[in-house]
């Protein structure tokens, strides 16, 4: 829940960069509802947890990210720095998808309703960010749409490296428990 608090920030951080460089109104709203998602409902539930560990936001301030969080974060930043939306959008899609995948795929075991996580683990997978998703698809599908081959190959391997460093951010928490074991 720590590094994932880091990441929001920036994640968040990186929204605000697509909304600057978006060319128009629904473009702006678009950014603008995922940033205010990831601001309200995913804050309020991460703060909620931290609270249960006595840690603030202003704590996590001071937490330096593990490295496959850091290696995500520059990534998102490196493609944001372009400042081409359909960039940013492949960088930052993998992790909107695969919360909806897994949180969804959780939620359809019916022992998760006892999980400690199940206020997370049920924003993600509700029907209503099941439908975000799906209109942000659409959304990348239309901006990508008519891009010449070699830029939809390009805009597909920053999808792809995206995804693995989702991947490794997963990963993250079972090699610091792994770790944590190894010390015992």
């Known amino acids: 829940m720590i590094q994932d608090s880091i990441y929001l920030k920036n994640y968040a951080r990186i929204y605000g960069k697509a909304i600057f460089h978006a060319d128009t109104l629904r473009e702006i709203q678009l950014y603008y509802s995922m ?20 840690m603030t936001d202003n704590d996590i301030e001071l937490i330096a990210p593990l ?8 990534f998102m930043f490196e493609i944001a720095s ?13 992790c909107m998808l695969s919360y909806s995948y897994i949180f ?3 939620a359809a075991v019916p022992t998760s309703r006892q999980s400690r996580y199940w206020d997370f ?3 993600h997978a ?4 099941a439908e975000s998703c799906k209109e942000w698809s659409a959304f990348a ?24 460093l989702e991947l490794a951010f997963w ?3 079972y090699r610091n428990e792994r770790m944590e074991e190894n010390a015992k």
Not at 67 to 74: A, L
């Open 171 to 173: 990963k993250m928490a």
């Open 121 to 123: 683990i049920k924003d």
């Open 35 to 54: 940033l205010n998602f990831v601001n309200d409902t995913e804050s309020e539930v991460r703060l909620d947890y931290l609270k249960q560990f006595c």
């Open 67 to 74: 490295p496959e969080n850091q290696n995500y974060i520059d």
């Open 141 to 164: 599908e239309h901006k990508c749409a008519g891009l010449s081959v070699a830029n939809k190959k390009y805009l597909a391997d920053i999808f792809e490296k995206a995804s693995l």
């Open 82 to 94: 372009h400042g081409k939306n359909e960039e940013i959008l492949m960088a930052v899609l993998p």
């Open 104 to 106: 969804r795929k959780l």
């Open 126 to 129: 509700d029907e209503q960010y």
